[in-house]
């Protein structure tokens, strides 16, 4: 076996009354990529924090190449050989590519002490050469679209001299193509010897890429495995602590008839340069799934139809009358309701608690001059806490503190809390475990059958067809067709891929 890069070894972490950690362990050999598994709140990201320094562990200890370290600082952690891309990309969108790419690292000439631009440019475009990436390293990061944004993130930690690189999420935002070219650069770097930490939601990546697997459950180490011998069901269970079917929640699936009133109807709605006009009839108790490629339009149509943008042709109607989106406020006012593709950015306050950020909408609904009760606000959250299975000891941690699943259980639970009559979804399952997924899932059903309207947009195929009462299909920003619920995978690949 290859020596092992780095360990961990009894590693604790409590945030106040939750335990984040409790006695894991990690062992990262040369020459492999191991994935890390668990579902949201296990404790896969407090793992990564302690390895790059933004948190100190309470107990236990970081090997690496056998002496111990203890990094307080991501610059620390790099400096000592430890790089990592986070989930959400945290990069500067006012910056441009290449500034971006040498933040912190910038060459210097030699008599002036000033920046060495044009080696700057020259060594951005040979970092983004490794990822087959062709980008105007001068224009500003902000100006591409997220996948583009998670690739560069992944440049920039390939640009410092990295013992281990860390991934967690990083095909996220990413289309197969992308996905296929990391998986790429994961072998070559793989091959040179660098030990890589995968972390993913995506079961086929894992087996895709990976060598061996921790798996975390309830902060602590269920066990290590070579990925060759675990089975996809075994990783499950191992994950979850129970069996679970992959494929509950297409048995649930109702089938909604022509007849039943519609919701919303929406009219050539569209906007230059974001959505060619879109006609689409959103009815009372369905899943209606918006599938489509990165850049087909999906988030910009859930854009217009909250109000965030607004639409230069075309109308929405809502039992029958034309109603005004200029503003979210508009969209809330006739019961609609929006959790974001970006939770972190436009979906939670971070340094509100769970319970501020549950009540958030609904008290700008009744009006800041109409207060909630500090108990209305706790029964109203600990309802939707419970209902949701949010994991928190208590609804007045900040919500920061929680794992990305919790997160995205308490935007959902904000609007929930408004009883909306239309549901908007955004990717509602990125960067959430098998687990928290199928309760998500079981969630949007529930809701459906008692007559909510549920707009379902997924990069997943087999989301799509596993979930939705019927399906809308974008591509190159106009609806392509739609589809009956039950349709196959490949039935939605060859309307996106124009085969139809």
Known sequence: MSAVVLQAEGLCKRFGATVALEGAGLMLRAGEIHALMGQNGAGKSTLIKLLTGVETPDAGRILLDGRAIAPVTTLEAQRAGISTVYQEVNLCPNLSVAENLYAGRYPRRRWTGLIDHAQVREGARQLLAQLHLELDVERPLGSYPVAV???????????????????????????????????????RLRERGMAILFVTHFLEQVYAVSDRITVLRNGAVVGEFAAAELTQSALVTAMVGREMSLTAASEARGVVADDVPEVAQ????????????????????EVLGLGGLLGSG???????????????????????????????????????????????????????????????????????????????????????????????????????????????????????????????????????????????????????????????????????????????????????????????????LELIAGET
């Open 266 to 285: 929406l009219q050539g709605l569209g906007r230059r340069g974001a959505l060619f006009p879109v006609d689409l009839v959103i009815r009372g108790g």
């Open 149 to 187: 944004q998670q690739m560069v993130a992944i440049a920039r930690a390939l640009g410092v001299s990295a013992r281990v690189l860390i991934l967690d999420e990083p095909t996220s935002s990413l289309d197969q193509h992308e996905v296929g070219e990391l998986f790429t650069l994961m072998r």
């Open 298 to 492: 999906r988030t910009e149509l859930a854009r217009l139809l909250f109000g965030l943008d607004r639409a230069d042709c075309g109308q929405v109607s809502v039992a029958g009358e034309s109603i005004q989106l200029r503003h979210p406020a508009d969209a809330i006012a006739n019961g609609f309701a929006l959790c974001p593709e970006e939770r972190k950015t436009e979906g939670i306050i971070a340094g509100l608690s769970v319970r501020e950020n549950i009540v958030l909408a609904l008290q700008a609904r009744a009006g800041w001059w109409h207060a909630l009760s500090r108990e209305r606000q706790q029964a109203l959250a600990r309802e939707l806490v419970g209902q949701l299975g949010i994991k928190v000891a208590d609804i007045e941690t900040a919500v920061e503190t929680l794992s990305g699943g919790n997160q995205q259980k308490v935007v959902l639970a904000r609007w929930l809390a408004t009883k909306p009559r239309l549901l908007i979804l955004d990717e509602p399952t990125r960067g959430i475990d098998v687990g928290a997924r199928q309760e998500i899932m079981t969630q949007i059903l529930g809701l459906a059958r008692r007559g909510m309207a549920v707009l379902f947009i997924s990069a997943e195929l087999e989301e799509l067809t596993r979930l939705c009462d019927r399906i809308a299909v974008l591509r190159d920003r106009r609806k392509v067709g739609e589809l009956p619920g039950g349709s196959e995978a490949r039935q939605v």
